[in-house]
């Protein structure tokens, strides 16, 4: 398997634009995660998907931010406006559904990198 | 809410010293614990996990960890580190283990630095 895949890799833009990132999860993996990585907060889950539907968007910073996953094999992450202060890396994970001990283990792309000038 | 607490923000250990990383968490029901490691410029990889049994949990590259429950503990342990060990180290909780609750809470990381 491939892996998650996520695009673009470096994304540069200037505030005010709109970005959007992309993440396409593990073939037959039933959740998807996006997570931003700053050196201030670390990494923070901002949003994660079940079988497509949003479970928990309490993460996601303000309205600016937005994701969608029309279908099992690809999500976007959309910023409108961006500003300087979403600099950061954001990572997708993906795993298969957990087992009735909990969560199971998430498998991570290899993130974008997003500087907002 | 609950929070993972990792007090070491950055170690710095010679090749063949032992290494031990300490991860806390403050919840008090069911935990799955997890540990991720983050190489210079990679993703994020599983290390090991805890869900339940034997609380001493074997990873991969001869990591293991200790779940101490009275301690609400999970620290990280390596006998003999290698300068390839050099990355960022995530302990991770979710809490309320069972259907329904994927999520993940991360600690900050300890960033490990090896000197050859």
């Known amino acids: 398997d491939a892996g998650v895949i996520q695009s673009p890799r470096h994304e540069v833009t200037e505030m005010g634009q709109e970005v959007t990132l992309r993440c396409k999860p593990i073939s037959g993996h039933d959740y998807l995660f996006w997570y931003r990585q700053t050196m201030m907060r670390g990494l923070e889950l901002l949003i994660y998907f079940n079988n497509n539907v949003p479970i928990d968007d309490s993460g996601m910073p303000e309205d600016r931010f937005s994701a969608k996953m029309p279908n099992a094999s690809f999500s976007t992450l959309k910023i409108q406006p961006s500003e300087p202060r979403d600099s950061a890396v954001y990572f997708c994970a993906s795993s298969h559904r957990g087992t009735s001990l909990g969560a199971d283990t998430q498998y991570f792309g290899p993130g974008t990198r997003l500087t907002v000038l | 809410a609950q929070s993972v607490s990792q007090h070491n923000h950055h170690v710095i250990l010679s090749e063949a010293a032992s290494l031990e990383l300490g991860c806390n968490y403050s919840?008090?029901?069911?935990?799955?614990l997890f540990w991720y490691v983050q190489y210079p410029g990679q993703h994020l990889q599983l290390l090991l996990k805890?869900?339940?049994?034997?609380?001493l949990v074997k990873g991969i590259k001869g990591f293991e960890a200790e779940f101490i429950k009275s301690k609400f503990s999970f620290n990280l342990r390596k006998p003999s580190v290698q300068w390839s060990d050099t990355a960022e180290y995530f302990c991770a909780v979710n809490p309320d283990g069972g259907f329904g609750n994927e999520k993940l809470t991360f600690g900050t990381g300890t960033r490990l630095t090896i000197i050859p």
């Open positions: 919840y008090g029901g069911t935990v799955n």
């Open positions: 805890y869900f339940s049994g034997d609380p």
